[in-house]
């Protein structure tokens, strides 16, 4: 196991971990532009209605791609690094 060989496999982690938290962050910026706008509509300042909304949107979307979040931590952990590239 050389150097090439760490960074190759480090650089392809962090890839994925982006690549599986990108649903999760999408979801909560989705959400939360949606909330902002509404409270700048409404002029309503209310940090619970901005936080629990976004909460319960990241949980929703972990829930619905969890079968696929599994499956890519799974072909990445089984799969050897050069089929990543």
Do not use: C, H
């Amino acid at each position: 196991m050389n150097a090439d060989y760490v960074l190759d496999i480090s650089s392809q982690a962090i890839k994925v971990a982006m690549l599986l938290s990108a649903p999760m962050l999408g979801g909560a910026l989705i959400v939360g532009f949606s909330i902002s706008l509404f409270q700048a509509l409404t002029q309503i300042n209310e940090q619970a209605l901005a936080i629990i909304p976004k909460i319960v949107a990241i949980f929703l979307v972990m829930i619905l791609s969890g079968p696929w979040v599994l499956q890519t931590m799974t072909d990445f952990t089984r799969t050897p690094y050069r089929d990543w590239e």
